[in-house]
């Protein structure tokens, strides 16, 4: 019979089922090195935000077969080093779902309402009713910022309401909103139109600061903003001026920047109602992500695939020597793909060309679902779970294989189509690196080593190239290396540059205003 230590608090529903199946130990609050020398009785180790996972935790557990993080977010657990060692990590992604969900149906509500004003008003003795006058969400605009698992059933319950919900992910169907009656826009059109402004997207790179001063000058003053994802998502000085200054008329925060946000100037507006991270503390929540963890590690100790695992999948040793390369390969063409790309996500098309072609490709398709999917998901994506992710979103995904291409052993290529067009970016594996070889109609050859990729499509003419060269040496952006593909001479070329400093939005507009540039895009691998 298995065993199971349980280090942090979980709901005993959780425990109790995991009982049914194993030798179960709680041992709570357990210091570093106490936890090091027992890890290795044990077979699993469910934990929640308190126990840090470490590359030492984990070579100390020498029969670990799984860790189960009852929770959404897996930081404090070393991903790395459970993979080399074979142990699977799973988590439970959906038990807060409609806890988080209704926190911030509660809080548009509070906002539109004033409700924690007129409350603080009674309390002190106040009875002025005409100070708290409100408004109806009835007929009013709804623009939620990510349609994963919590968007979608804020959208469901706002619907309920009777509001008008625009969703904006570059990762969700139209097909699939409409059948929640979610009219898919713009970003610029959610920030231009909505009443209310909810975020459900992940942090990264991407979306970070992805409302500021920029985005918050598109809005109506009469916007209510609201935001219980991550507070990185909001430049909060920005916000607390705009609503100080009436250009927003309120917000509702759950998460900031630093918890506790011991000063932070949101505590100092009365217009802005704050909660201390409470999206997932409801009773219910905690015994759904209890049972659900505990469902995930049985799984795994039962020998069966866990639904959510959240790290890479082993590929298997007769294909490993042939296809290993080439997952690097596809992942990066992904998320190049996707970084070019312009407009809402319509289609994925992956080839496989060359002697990869031969094999099962379905490592290299998740290889390049996960490139494309991890600029933008509320969820870790990776080998194992981008298909089911790609499948939820009712992408539409079509694979082709072919003999090999001109010059190339294998290719893998990714070809996204859009609202706005197509995008293709073709990727190989050549002298133990990965090469990108093609944008779009150019035949390139870049290696992805870190930086970022300054792509300025333009027409070939003397001194176009050293007048962005120019450019970045006024801003002091150190070029690494530069590639150029062009179909004729003096006709239509692409300049990719590698920079190895971020480019100033300033830098960015001076390259796309000079003579014979059509378009700019800056890229990060």
Same mark, same amino acid.
């Given at each position: 019979? %298995?065993?199971i230590?349980?280090?942090? %608090?979980?709901?005993?529903?959780?425990i109790? =089922?995991l009982?049914t199946q194993?030798?179960?130990?709680v041992?709570?609050?357990l210091? %570093?090195?106490?936890?090091i020398?027992?890890i290795?009785?044990?077979?699993?180790l469910?934990v929640?935000s308190?126990?840090?996972?470490?590359?030492e935790?984990?070579?100390a557990?020498?029969r670990?077969?799984v860790?189960?993080r009852?929770?959404?977010?897996?930081?404090?657990?070393?991903?790395?080093?459970a993979t080399s060692k074979?142990?699977?990590?799973?988590?439970?992604?959906?038990?807060n779902t409609?806890a988080a969900?209704e !926190?911030t149906?509660?809080? &548009?509500?509070?906002?539109a309402r004033n409700?924690p004003?007129?409350y603080?008003s009674?309390?002190?003795?106040?009875w002025?009713r005409?100070?708290?006058?409100?408004?109806?969400?009835?007929?009013? +605009?709804?623009g939620i910022?990510?349609l994963?698992k919590?968007g979608?059933?804020?959208a469901r319950?706002?619907?309920g309401?009777q &509001?008008?919900v625009q969703?904006?992910?570059?990762?969700v169907s139209p097909e699939q909103a409409?059948l929640?009656?979610?009219?898919m +826009?713009? =970003?610029?059109?959610i920030f231009?139109e909505?009443d209310f402004i909810?975020?459900?997207?992940?942090l990264?790179e991407?979306?970070?600061?992805?409302?500021?001063e920029?985005q918050?000058? &598109? &809005?109506k003053p009469?916007?209510?903003i609201?935001?219980?994802?991550?507070?990185?998502?909001?430049d909060e000085?920005a916000?607390y001026?705009a609503v100080e200054?009436g250009?927003?008329a309120g917000?509702?925060?759950d998460?900031?920047?630093?918890e506790p946000p011991?000063g932070?100037?949101?505590l100092k /507006?009365?217009?802005?109602?704050v909660?201390p #991270?409470l999206?997932?503390?409801t009773?219910?929540?905690q015994?759904e992500?209890s049972?659900?963890?505990?469902e995930?590690v049985i799984a795994v100790?039962?020998?069966?695939?866990?639904?959510?695992?959240?790290?890479?999948?082993?590929?298997l040793?007769?294909t490993?020597?042939?296809l290993a390369?080439y997952?690097?390969?596809?992942?990066?063409t992904?998320?190049l793909?996707?970084?070019?790309?312009?407009g809402?996500?319509?289609?994925?098309?992956?080839r496989?060309?060359?002697?990869?072609?031969?094999?099962?490709?379905?490592?290299?398709?998740?290889?390049?679902l996960?490139?494309?999917?991890s600029?933008f998901s509320?969820q870790?994506?990776?080998l +194992?779970?981008?298909?089911?992710?790609?499948?939820?979103?009712?992408?539409?995904i079509?694979?082709?294989?072919g003999?090999?291409?001109e010059h190339y052993? /294998?290719?893998?290529?990714?070809e996204?189509?859009t609202?706005e067009?197509?995008? +293709?970016v073709s990727g190989t !594996?050549?002298?133990?690196?990965? !090469?990108i070889?093609r944008i779009?109609?150019y035949?390139?050859?870049?290696?992805?080593t870190?930086?970022y990729?300054?792509?300025?499509? #333009?027409?070939?003419r003397?001194?176009?190239?050293?007048a962005v060269?120019?450019?970045?040496g006024k801003?002091?952006?150190n070029i690494?290396?530069m590639?150029?593909g062009?179909?004729?001479p003096?006709?239509?070329?692409?300049?990719?540059l590698?920079l190895d400093?971020p480019? %100033?939005?300033e830098? =960015?507009?001076?390259?796309e205003a000079?003579?014979?540039?059509?378009q700019?895009?800056?890229?990060?691998?």
């Open positions: 019979m %298995p065993k230590l349980v280090s942090d %608090p979980v709901a005993t529903e959780g109790d =089922l009982r194993g030798e179960v130990d041992k709570l609050r210091d %570093p090195k106490d936890l020398s027992i290795g009785e044990y077979d699993a469910v929640r308190e126990t840090k996972v470490t590359a935790v984990i070579e557990g020498k670990l077969q860790i189960g009852a929770g959404v977010g897996v930081d404090n657990i070393d991903l790395d080093a074979g142990i699977a990590v799973v988590n439970a992604p959906t038990g409609i969900a !926190h149906i509660a809080l &548009m509500m509070a906002l409700i004003q007129a603080d009674l309390r002190r003795g106040e002025t005409s100070a708290f006058t409100g408004i109806e969400v009835r007929n009013r +605009v709804l910022i990510g994963g919590v979608t059933e804020v319950r706002a619907a309401l &509001m008008r969703g904006y992910d570059p990762f409409g929640l009656g979610i009219e +826009v713009s =970003l610029e059109r231009r909505s909810c975020l459900h997207t992940p990264t991407s979306t970070r600061g992805i409302i500021g920029k918050i000058s &598109m &809005m009469t916007v209510r609201l935001n219980t994802a991550r507070g990185e998502l909001v000085d916000l001026r200054e250009r927003v917000a509702a925060l998460v900031f920047s630093q011991k932070s100037p949101l /507006s009365n217009k802005i109602i909660t #991270h999206g997932a503390s009773g219910e929540a015994v992500v049972r659900e963890v505990a995930q100790l039962q020998g069966q695939s866990a639904r959510y695992t959240v790290n890479a999948p082993f590929v040793p007769e490993q020597a042939i390369p997952i690097d390969a596809a992942s990066y992904g998320k793909a996707i970084q070019l790309a312009e809402q996500l319509m289609a994925i098309n992956l496989y060309e060359g002697e990869i072609a031969g094999y099962d490709t379905n490592i290299l398709k998740a290889a390049c996960t490139g494309v999917l600029t509320e870790r994506v990776n +194992v779970n981008a298909n089911l992710l790609a499948a939820q979103r009712r992408l539409r079509t694979e082709q294989k003999p090999a291409a052993g /294998s290719l893998v290529t990714v996204l189509e609202a067009g197509k995008t +293709v !594996h050549v002298r133990g690196q990965t !090469h070889v779009n109609s035949w390139i050859d870049i290696v992805p870190g930086g990729l300054l792509f300025a499509d #333009h027409q070939d003397p001194g176009t190239i050293g060269g120019n450019v970045t801003y002091d952006i690494g290396f590639e150029v062009r179909l004729e003096r006709g239509r070329a692409t300049m990719i590698g400093d480019l %100033p939005d830098a =960015l507009a001076e390259i000079l003579p014979n540039v059509f700019v895009k800056v890229a990060q691998l």
